[in-house]
């Protein structure tokens, strides 16, 4: 997906009776659009170009609330930003944590 963004903009609404939330990934960005405007009950799937979507709250026009290591949460548009890089960082962290375990339980065996 991290690379992909850069051709393509993917998201992904659920909507209920209430609300509609997002998730979307672009230009390196994961992004949550959260309590949206409801349209079609249930899931929906689409792809858009990489521009369609903000990659920070600067490129709409909005102030962040707060931002760190370039993560963002802009809560006048009830936007999270998040680089892509964090759950990449973290998926690497939780393997290389569970390799590291798996390899000490054998040596105590």
């Given at each position: 997906?991290?690379?992909r963004?850069?051709?393509?903009?993917?998201?992904i609404?659920?909507?209920?009776?209430?609300?509609?939330?997002?998730?979307?990934?672009?230009?390196?960005?994961?992004?949550f659009?959260?309590?949206?405007?409801p349209?079609?009950?249930?899931?929906?799937?689409?792809?858009?170009?990489?521009?369609?979507?903000?990659?920070?709250?600067?490129?709409i026009?909005?102030?962040?609330?707060?931002?760190?290591?370039?993560?963002?949460?802009?809560p006048?548009?009830r936007?999270?930003?998040?680089?892509?890089?964090?759950?990449?960082?973290?998926?690497?962290?939780?393997?290389?944590?569970?390799?590291r375990?798996?390899v000490?339980?054998?040596?105590?065996?």
């Amino acid at each position: 997906m991290w690379v992909r963004g850069n051709w393509a903009a993917d998201c992904i609404t659920r909507t209920t009776n209430d609300r509609a939330d997002s998730i979307y990934f672009t230009r390196g960005v994961l992004g949550f659009e959260l309590f949206t405007i409801p349209d079609e009950l249930g899931w929906r799937y689409d792809r858009a170009e990489p521009g369609d979507f903000p990659r920070s709250a600067g490129e709409i026009g909005v102030p962040a609330a707060w931002s760190f290591l370039g993560a963002q949460y802009a809560p006048a548009a009830r936007l999270i930003l998040v680089p892509m890089w964090v759950p990449a960082a973290a998926t690497a962290l939780a393997a290389a944590w569970g390799w590291r375990r798996r390899v000490r339980s054998r040596r105590s065996r």
